[in-house]
């Protein structure tokens, strides 16, 4: 399922060998400028990327990048790259699962402020502490499976995770006890009833492990020595899902829910009489362990990253450790997608196409498989106990990105935006695409693609350059950054025309300039028969 799947707890690019000097050379080749990168372009590069500075596997580049002189000589670029080889080129050819990601952010943060003004729904009151959050909080995180993160409102802001613990509790039992064992005390169906509703299925087991008794039951089969090892155990767990965040347990809210759980009492003494739990199960422990997951605190950064190591097959996007088993997440998808909203599952399911997690928090986990994870928190509920600013944020992103589940069906054509593919290559490839971007003077996806190994020579079926297009088109920035690579200025297409020609014909005199200024001259002063390369 992920695109990094490691059997040990190393990150990818730990395993994988440098590159070759020669590559190295082309990297630095297709950012250089006189001979140098500039430290603030390739500073723009990670910034735009959406590659933080705290991310485990970008601190050294960065802090590098940052103490390097304003020009970096090919030498110093080489050692910036040996920190972290694998990354350092994916940022830099724009290879990262979304190649635009600024691009994509300003999409979010539109949705974003557009929901902002929505003053939807009421705040939970059946757990007092809940009922006393301020209404109007509202945050927004996501990490793709490659890392890149981006944030907006009160993403720094703690809350309780609430149900959004169902899906790390089942991961967990899933790799305490396996699949088999763990399905003969739970259920994979969707309930039709309310999330707390006393009610168990026609083997007298919890429908699935995303309502209340699922859960419960889910925590029983987490064993260690003492309640506290339990605990501890989980929450190391989570901090792991987490890339190393913050992890917090709120004791106001645990009192808060114990002190009104009079339902969940219930439900688990109704599932011990009906003999549903394995043996040796100590009830009341059991159930607290269920309202202490529900209280663990979060920020939707942290929370986007655990979305984001579901999305990546189990293993954390920013340390590359491997936290719960691909074929357990594939599992821990499957019943998000169909049980995860409450008694609206069926519904979101359908028109959001997107496994998801919400907690009557007013939190909302989604995981867009192989591409990202995402947390939203805004605390008023429908009356179903999803959040109102969530759900319509889910909605409105699979109105735009073509993140539903079932978007890729042959045939399937509408204006919506799939953000994995590349800007110009997903309209043509390899050399029309540097053509193409030449043509519209994107130095930045020139610059990609030359590090992806595309040819600046390279010509399109009339043998028509990307010097041809940036001088017909008057493209200066493009144009200089073909000069400084190309060796052969003089390309003729299959007319015999140079880009002089172009530039001569099209009226543009700067780019004649520009071009004179490299030695490029019209087909008329080449020698007769000559290989314009040559002259």
Request: hydrophobic share 40%; glycine share 8%.
């Amino acid at each position: 399922m992920g695109r990094h799947i490691n059997k040990v707890k190393t990150h990818p690019s730990d395993t994988i060998s440098h590159m070759s000097l020669e590559h190295y050379s082309d990297l630095f080749k297709a950012f250089a400028s006189d001979g140098f990168v500039s430290r603030s372009g390739l500073m723009r590069i990670f910034e735009e990327s959406g590659i933080l500075d705290d991310d485990p596997r970008a601190k050294k580049i960065i802090a590098a990048i940052n103490k390097s002189e304003d020009k970096i000589s090919e030498e110093a670029f080489h050692a910036i790259v040996d920190l972290s080889p694998t990354l350092f080129e994916q940022v830099l050819d724009g290879s990262l699962v979304i190649p635009h990601f600024k691009t994509f952010c300003a999409e979010l943060t539109t949705i974003f402020d557009e929901i902002n003004e929505n003053r939807g729904g009421t705040l939970p009151t059946y757990i007092p502490q809940l009922e006393r959050v301020d209404p109007d909080k509202f945050g927004f995180s996501i990490c793709t499976v490659d890392g890149q993160r981006f944030s907006i409102g009160d993403s720094d802001e703690y809350f309780c995770v609430q149900s959004c613990s169902k899906p790390i509790t089942y991961c967990i039992a899933l790799e305490e006890v396996g699949e088999s064992t763990l399905h003969q005390y739970v259920g994979r169906e969707p309930s039709g009833k309310t999330f707390n509703d006393l009610t168990l299925n026609s083997w007298g087991l919890p429908h699935n492990p995303m309502i209340n008794a699922g859960a419960i039951m889910c925590g029983a089969l987490i064993k260690r020595k003492s309640p506290s090892d339990r605990f501890d155990f989980v929450m190391e767990k989570w901090k792991e899902a987490a890339g190393g965040a913050k992890i917090g347990f709120n004791n106001a809210v645990y009192l808060s829910e114990r002190q009104t759980a009079d339902r969940n009492f219930a439900l688990g003494y109704f599932m011990r009489e009906k003999k549903a739990f394995p043996p040796d199960v100590e009830l009341l422990d059991v159930l607290e362990f269920y309202f202490q997951c529900c209280s663990i605190d979060i920020t939707t950064k942290g929370m986007a990253t655990i979305a984001a190591t579901l999305a990546n097959g189990g293993t954390c996007p920013l340390t590359g450790a491997q936290v719960f088993r691909p074929d357990h997440v594939k599992h821990c998808l499957s019943l998000m997608l169909s049980c995860g909203m409450y008694d609206f599952s069926g519904e979101f399911a359908f028109v959001v196409g997107v496994p998801a997690k919400s907690g009557v928090s007013g939190a909302v986990l989604l995981v867009v498989p192989n591409v990202c994870g995402m947390a939203i928190w805004s605390p008023r509920l429908d009356e179903l106990g999803n959040s109102v600013r969530g759900v319509e944020f889910c909605k409105r992103i699979v109105s735009k990105f073509k993140f539903h589940a079932f978007d890729s069906m042959l045939g399937l054509r509408d204006n919506r935006i799939d953000p994995r593919r590349d800007l110009y290559e997903a309209r043509l490839s390899g050399a029309f695409a540097f053509c193409w971007a030449a043509a519209q003077g994107d130095v930045a996806e020139m610059r990609r693609l030359v590090a992806r190994g595309v040819s600046p020579t390279a010509s399109d079926y009339d043998g028509r350059t990307a010097l041809h297009l940036a001088a017909s088109e008057a493209q200066f920035e493009a144009l200089r950054y073909l000069l400084q690579l190309s060796k052969d200025v003089n390309p003729l297409d299959r007319w015999g025309n140079t880009p002089l020609d172009d530039a001569i014909r099209c009226g543009h005199a700067t780019i004649v300039s520009l071009l004179k200024e490299y030695g490029a001259k019209s087909q008329s002063e080449l020698p007769k028969d000559a290989d314009a390369s040559k002259v």
